[in-house]
């Protein structure tokens, strides 16, 4: 199963953009990539996936590679907020069985 | 729509007791999730129930165990508890198609185990 990298913590100044980078370099082709974040030990939060093309919804956009073995999650105009833990997930086939790493504490600065 | 509800959303419990969380699925999904999270472990699965039937399993002892009703509730089941058990129980519910499945969580339950 392809397993992601994520940098432990980032900063981001309210009203900036937020991009996350995440690493799946072993990923498969019919592998989909989910971000999902927590606050505060809240259960996670769905916030977009993505196979291959770039996605967008209310929340955020999803910016996969071409070779996929890396995407980005832009929050576009963080607030207070989006201070929170955000995990990128690869979606192991057509299995429910998400894998958390340890995901990248996003701090969202005044 | 409601979302995903657990209950009871606190507990404190003994070791070696045992314990029994419910987890209530979004309306017309049918598969429901399990996790354990844990300062030192992260979130790890557990297990997922689809149409009663246990279909994935992670690495738990078995004294972690769990079930699913024919109206998709699950409940799981923690015996003989020990002091590692203390943490938030998070379950996640989703239609059940596997094909592009988010599945969404649940608020958890904190269990302490004392």
């Known amino acids: 199963d392809a397993k992601t990298t994520q940098p432990p913590s980032m900063d981001c100044a309210e009203g900036r953009a937020a991009n996350l980078p995440c690493n799946h370099s072993t990923i498969s082709g019919n592998e989909y990539v989910y971000w999902y974040r927590q606050i505060h030990s809240q259960g996670p939060q769905y916030i977009i996936h993505g196979l291959k093309n770039n996605e967008t919804n209310e929340m955020a956009s999803l910016i996969i590679t071409e070779d996929r073995k890396s995407s980005t999650l832009i929050l576009p105009h963080a607030t207070l907020r989006d201070t929170a833990v955000y995990y990128c997930?690869?979606?192991?086939?057509?299995?429910?069985?998400?894998?958390f790493g340890t995901g990248t504490s996003l701090t969202v600065i005044p | 729509k409601a979302g995903v509800t657990q209950t009871p959303r606190y507990l404190i419990k003994t070791r070696g007791q045992q314990v029994t969380l419910s987890c209530s699925p979004i309306s017309g999904h049918r598969s429901v999730s399990w996790y354990q999270q844990t300062p030192g472990q992260g979130l790890q699965f557990l297990f997922e129930y689809f149409s009663e039937t246990q279909r994935n399993k992670g690495n738990f002892p078995g004294r972690f165990s769990g079930r699913q009703f024919s109206n998709s509730r699950s409940e799981m089941n923690v015996s003989t508890l020990e002091l590692g058990d203390s943490a938030l129980y998070l379950c996640?519910?989703?239609?059940?198609?596997?094909?592009?499945?988010?599945?969404?969580f649940g608020p958890g339950t904190r269990l302490l185990v004392l």
């Open positions: 997930i690869v979606r192991p086939g057509f299995s429910n069985q998400f894998y």
């Open positions: 996640a519910s989703s239609l059940g198609h596997r094909d592009q499945e988010t599945q969404y």
